[in-house]
């Protein structure tokens, strides 16, 4: 489809303007009508002379209006209506006034009084000046009530991105108090390059996430990347305990989503599914097109719930059983920032396999770059350890490489300090 080489402006956004041309064309309409009529029905040329009178002591007089209604539009409703009646009549007395004098000069041989005169012509400039008094009244109403509502529509995108925000930094203490409690325990134990080395990280990350907008978008890629970046934080404290695993579709890549989406779930793998098994836990994202909709999966192979421990109701969360449990703040704080996004048009399920482990299913809308009004976050400054592969399954080994964190004596007492709120 074509595109127009300019864009639509709405009628009423230059008010002044918009007074002009609809006063201008309706009582040159009224005039060009009159006169049509008038030489339809045989009336000399000369009678159009006083239909040119009569149009332009009406445009004049609704001149006159239009600066007293301006001035109580915004009074009172009593004050008003009560003042526009008397405007009103004095302004179709005034009307029928100059339009019986000008017709008793036109002609002057007329058997009728200049009182008849009066009374015979009161009706036409009566329901011309009503009806514009009322289409004015009118008008100025619906565009205060338009301009409330856009300005409800502001405060109500302002009140959102507001919450989106709140929402999103609500993420981030759980994650610092641990790695500075991890940073803490390695200068106590005098690791200074493992300390340096997850300080650098961290500030990395950290300044990642200052540089996406909280209410925008970013690219599954980029939120990948960002992901693997607090992925080799937390590898610095969990070591091999701690085993990831990417499944991304090529196709899916570009699809657009909220920033620091997925944080919170593997976060919340970590703390319920690492840190709680000597033995760590595996932590799987994957991503692909189910039609025009994009599928999220992050599962793990931990415990899963745990029924002996109380835990907090997460409305909106549905398994095939009915309610299940929620573990945290995480899942309710994304379950919040997928409504306001998005609205009903998402899913968010979580799901418990029978073999174990927590799975944590999301479907939202296929978007792009150029579908969605997204906020572009940059890539990080820094690969993340052990995540320096491209976007495809891939499990880390336990062994070290060179792209494996460093091995950090005195893991035990690290792990025992940095816990998991």
Not at 407 to 414: C, D, F, N, V, Y
Request: hydrophobic share 45%; proline share 8%; glycine share 6%.
């Amino acid at each position: 489809m074509a595109m127009l080489p300019f864009r639509p402006t709405p009628f009423f956004r230059n008010k002044n303007r918009a007074f002009w041309s609809l006063q201008i064309a309706g009582w040159t309409g009224l005039f060009l009508l009159r006169s049509m009529t008038a030489l339809a029905n045989q009336q000399p040329p000369s009678f159009v002379v006083f239909l040119f009178i009569e149009a332009i002591t009406g445009f004049s007089i609704s001149l006159v209006l239009s600066v007293i209604f301006r001035q109580l539009i915004r009074r009172r409703p009593v004050v008003t209506w009560g003042m526009t009646a008397v405007a009103l009549l004095l302004a179709v007395v005034l009307y029928v006034f100059v339009e019986a004098w000008v017709l008793s000069l036109y002609r002057p041989d007329s058997e009728s009084s200049f009182m008849q005169l009066l009374i015979g012509l009161v009706y036409l400039p009566m329901t011309l000046l009503g009806a514009w008094s009322a289409l004015y009244y009118a008008i100025n109403y619906f565009l205060q009530v338009e301009e409330q509502a856009d300005r409800l529509e502001r405060l109500e995108a302002q009140a959102t991105a507001a919450q989106l925000a709140m929402l999103r930094y609500q993420l981030n203490p759980h994650f610092l108090f641990n790695t500075l409690n991890s940073i803490s325990t390695l200068v106590l134990l005098k690791q200074t390059d493992p300390a340096n080395a997850m300080l650098t990280r961290l500030s990395s990350f950290l300044r990642h996430t200052l540089e996406s907008q909280p209410g925008g978008k970013v690219t599954l890629r980029q939120e990948v990347e960002t992901l693997k970046l607090y992925l080799g934080i937390e590898r610095m404290r969990f070591e091999e305990r701690l085993r990831t695993e990417f499944r991304i579709d090529p196709a899916t890549e570009m699809a657009c989503l909220p920033s620091m989406l997925l944080q919170p779930l593997v976060e919340n793998a970590i703390k319920y599914a690492v840190s709680k098994r000597e033995e760590g836990a595996e932590i799987c994202v994957a991503a692909q097109l189910v039609g025009r909709r994009l599928r999220i999966i992050v599962s793990d192979t931990g415990p899963g719930l745990n029924p002996d421990r109380p835990r907090h109701t997460l409305p909106g969360a549905m398994t095939g059983e009915g309610r299940v449990q929620s573990t945290g703040v995480g899942l309710a704080n994304i379950r919040d920032r997928l409504a306001q996004a998005y609205g009903d048009d998402h899913l968010f399920e979580i799901r418990t396999p029978p073999e174990g482990g927590f799975t944590v299913v999301i479907e939202l809308p296929f978007e792009t770059e150029e579908a969605a009004d997204t906020v572009v976050a940059k890539p990080p400054l820094i690969p993340a350890i052990g995540q320096a592969e491209p976007m495809k399954p891939a499990d880390n080994p336990p062994n070290a490489t060179p792209s494996s964190p460093p091995h950090l004596p005195g893991s035990a007492e690290l792990r025992r300090t940095g816990s998991d709120l």
